[in-house]
């Protein structure tokens, strides 16, 4: 699930998930709801997470089993 | 940019936009818009379109330059 492998990535940061929201530029609530599955992500936020991750939008996805 | 990889992918299978909206299970005026790259698609989508073009959602991204 992509909320997964985004919770392991803010966590690798090691960073709160509203310094995450922050550093992506998301609402405050917004991460939360990413990483328990509650969210249909846009491409545009996936690749904001992206950025932040220092990572690619393909790449997240494929450690989501995507 | 995304759309160009769904545009190539269509191609490929020789099907209208109409067929793959279809297909996709999206609105027909819907290929159009994200093939023009005036769409931001959510995750869910994305894997309808990877679904219909037996790929992954990741793949579909990482041809987009994403």
Redesign the interface.
Same mark, same amino acid.
Do not use: G, H, M, R
């Given at each position: 699930m992509?909320g997964s492998a985004i919770l392991e990535r803010r966590l690798e940061l090691e960073v709160s998930q509203e310094k995450l929201a922050e550093m992506a530029s998301v609402h405050r609530n917004y991460v939360g709801k990413v990483e328990r599955g509650e969210q249909? *992500?846009?491409?545009?936020t %996936?690749?904001r997470f992206?950025v932040t991750f220092k990572c690619?939008?393909?790449?997240l *996805?494929?450690e989501a089993g %995507?």
């Open positions: 992509l249909n *992500l846009t491409i545009e %996936l690749v992206a690619k939008p393909s790449e *996805l494929a %995507l």
